[in-house]
Every structure is written in structure tokens, then in C-alpha cells.
């Protein structure tokens, strides 16, 4: 298995944050972005919240331009 990554650049927000994630499994990776989810951006962990952070994954290492808002 590749390393992952979730960007927080993809997504507009009130403060851009420009976060981004990697790790070299799936679970690490959700543990990490969940804490940011929950600590920064204040969500709430849930179970819809890691399945809708697990939709956003991609595979690789962040790229170090912002990439385009989805």
C-alpha cells in the first residue's frame, strides 16, 4: 500500500486552512484527520464524519502547490 493524503486547501473555509495530510495507511491517516476535523475546524466526531473524510483521500503525497477548490 501507497501513502495517502487529504488536503484542506481543496476546500474553501473561513480560516483557508492549508493543512495537509499523509500517511502510509488509511487508519493513520483518519486518526490525524479526524483530530484536525474535530480540533480546528470544529466538527464532530462521528461516524458520517470518517466516511465522508475517507471519500476525500487520495492516493500519493500532497502536491506542494494548493490544488484547485472542488
Not at 483518519?30 to 458520517?48: F, I, N, P, R
Request: glycine fraction near 4%; include cysteine; proline fraction near 7%.
Amino acid at each position: 500500500m501507497g501513502r495517502k493524503y487529504i488536503d484542506c486547501r481543496e476546500f474553501p473555509s473561513e480560516i483557508n486552512c492549508s493543512v495537509a495530510l499523509s500517511a502510509d495507511s488509511e487508519s493513520e491517516l483518519l486518526e490525524a484527520a479526524v483530530q484536525h476535523a474535530v480540533t480546528v475546524h470544529k466538527h464532530a466526531d462521528s461516524a458520517e464524519l470518517r466516511s465522508q473524510l475517507k471519500g476525500l483521500f487520495h492516493d500519493g503525497t500532497p502536491p506542494a502547490e494548493s490544488p484547485p477548490h472542488a
